[in-house]
């Protein structure tokens, strides 16, 4: 079992920076890929980036490729995503994933557990 919950979010002006943070509970959050999705009103969940359990990999989608950047520390059962140039269409609540899963995974219905979120808007 793996508890999630993240922070960081809030409202920034378009061009700005905000870093979210993910803290997982649970020993075994160094086996888990971990993954950054988000939600908009009356949108599907979509997937923003991944990360291996090592650190060594890391994929992101192509809207915010260049601009986001998802990093973790297993010392601290933490991931991140840091977010710059954000833009108003960057608005939604963020969710971080763990997956069990050796292969990462870039849709949601390949990871097992789920934070409860948190809001960003972005203000044009």
């Known amino acids: 079992q793996v508890q999630l919950v993240e922070s960081g979010g809030g409202l920034v002006q378009a061009g700005g920076s905000l870093r979210l943070s993910c803290a997982a509970s649970g020993r075994t959050f160094s086996s888990y890929t971990m993954g950054w999705f988000r939600q908009g009103p009356g949108k599907e969940r979509e997937f923003v980036a991944a990360?291996?359990?090592?650190?060594?990999?890391?994929y992101y989608a192509d809207s915010v490729k260049g601009r986001f950047t998802i990093s973790r520390d297993n010392a601290k059962n933490t991931v991140y995503l840091q977010m710059n140039s954000l833009k108003p269409e960057d608005t939604a609540v963020y969710y971080c994933?763990?997956?069990?899963?050796?292969?990462?995974?870039?849709?949601?219905?390949?990871?097992?557990?789920w934070g409860q979120g948190t809001q960003v808007t972005v203000s044009s």
């Open positions: 994933g763990a997956s069990p899963a050796i292969v990462v995974a870039t849709t949601p219905w390949g990871y097992k557990y």
């Open positions: 990360i291996s359990w090592s650190g060594g990999s890391t």
